[in-house]
């Protein structure tokens, strides 16, 4: 993969403005969650991430900021980027902590009450080469459990080795929708704009929610080291059973 490009090294920039501020932390309750961006560069993590306690207060103009209207977070990923270990592809993406704490969550989907992420999202740019994008994961202690994925046009729920599950046959990028994924009991369900599309009979350990842009290609695979996937949240919650406010332990 080529370098990532010095502009887009220079973009990531922690924004502390004055009170009023286009912030995302003031869009979204990012309380329990940390972010990965596609770049690595002096800071901590490999790529760079940002930790819950300057997640409040930070943006990145190329990646992850406001969208124009003000009701959403921008979450962008150029196919240029530095990818995470174990993958070969970049990502700006929450990934799901303790609220009260610093510590990295970790569940599993037996636990008895249900673990929930409910978002209102739109995937709203993709690649032209490999027009794939990734908006939300469960992920286990190995790997991902399932995806939420654009590939196109066509809007699946991706589990390894199991089978996909369509959402949606003719997505149109920018569209918004709502997503609510539940897992406990042995059970992981997938909902769709209210409509329950997955109901899967799985136990596995080690598990968190993550969230944003997770664009699946590079410039081995077509693409421009500039050309990106991008999402829009306008909404994320992630809690425990019938309330997705709740925070999990």
């Known amino acids: 993969m080529r370098p990532v490009p010095l502009a887009l090294l220079c973009a990531v920039l922690a924004s502390r403005g004055p009170a009023g501020e286009a912030l995302p932390a003031r869009v979204l309750d990012l309380t329990g969650w940390k972010l990965t961006l596609p770049v690595d560069t002096g800071r901590p993590g490999r790529p760079d991430e940002v930790e819950k306690a300057e997640l409040q207060s930070f943006a990145a103009p190329d990646f992850f900021f406001v969208n124009p209207a003000g009701d959403g977070v921008v979450f962008r990923a150029p196919c240029g980027g530095a990818p995470t270990k174990g993958s070969r592809f970049p990502r700006c993406e929450l990934r799901e902590m303790k609220p009260g704490g610093g510590d990295e969550v970790a569940w599993s989907t037996d636990d008895p009450v249900p673990h929930v992420l409910e978002a209102d999202l739109a995937v709203t740019r993709t690649p032209e080469a490999r027009p794939h994008v990734v908006c939300a994961q469960i992920h286990d202690a190995e790997d991902d459990l399932l995806m939420i994925r654009l590939e196109g046009r066509r809007l699946l729920v991706e589990r390894n080795d199991v089978g996909d599950v369509e959402l949606d046959a003719a997505y149109e990028p920018g569209r918004a929708f709502r997503l609510r ?37 590079n410039p081995s695979k077509g693409d421009k080291p500039e050309a990106f996937g991008e999402v829009v949240i306008r909404r994320l919650t992630v809690g425990r059973g019938g309330d997705p406010r709740a925070p999990a332990r």
């Not at 406990?184 to 799985?202: E, I, N, P, Q, S």
């Open 181 to 217: 994924i539940e897992a406990g009991g042995g059970r992981v369900t997938v909902g769709y704009d209210g409509a329950r599309k997955l109901d899967w009979k799985v136990s596995r350990n080690g598990c968190y929610f993550k969230a944003g842009c997770y664009t699946q290609s």
